[in-house]
């Protein structure tokens, strides 16, 4: 018998909302829920738009982060919803390699370098992804 509760039940989760996170802190538990019953999760929730997918296993972020003319990242990754949907061709809020899709996102890449990724600065600092710093100093 399966104890998983209804979808409509999982749509009533606050993932985004700063009140949240202030209050409660990052919510691991919901994030956990949505793996475990909903990995690819349709939100559209009053206050949060547009509406989103909450893509919460790895191995679906790479399916995603792999096929960028299907899943289009732009205008925005993330959904801020303290801030007014953005109209059609408006610019976001925020300008970074996350909200970017090709081929603008490789433009911008190459820019960077490849020293400029958080994982090159560990190893060049003698630190790695789950540390904090790098090296003795």
Same mark, same amino acid.
């Given at each position: ?6 979808? @409509? ?7 985004? %909302?700063?009140? +949240?996170?202030?209050?409660? &802190?990052?919510? @691991? ?8 019953? +909903? !990995?690819? @999760?349709?939100?559209?929730? =009053?206050?949060?738009? =547009? ?12 399916? #995603?982060?792999? /096929? ?6 732009? !205008?925005?990754?993330? #959904?801020? =919803? ?10 976001? #809020? ?15 890449? /190459?820019?960077?370098? =490849? &020293?400029?990724?958080?994982? +090159? ?11 904090? &710093?790098?090296? %003795? &100093?």
């Amino acid at each position: 018998m399966s104890t998983a509760q209804p979808l @409509h039940e999982l749509d009533q989760l606050d993932i985004i %909302s700063n009140a +949240s996170y202030a209050e409660h &802190g990052y919510p @691991h538990t919901a994030w956990a829920r949505l793996r475990r019953e +909903s !990995p690819v @999760h349709w939100f559209d929730q =009053p206050g949060a738009q =547009p509406p989103y997918w909450a893509v919460t296993k790895h191995a679906d972020v790479i399916e #995603v982060s792999r /096929k960028p003319q299907q899943f289009i990242i732009a !205008p925005r990754i993330a #959904v801020l =919803p303290d801030l007014p949907p953005l109209e059609p061709g408006e610019p976001p #809020v925020a300008r970074h390699l996350l909200n970017m899709d090709p081929p603008e996102h490789a433009i911008f890449r /190459k820019v960077v370098g =490849p &020293g400029g990724s958080m994982l +090159s600065r560990w190893r060049a600092t003698g630190g790695s992804p789950g540390s904090r &710093g790098g090296g %003795s &100093g």
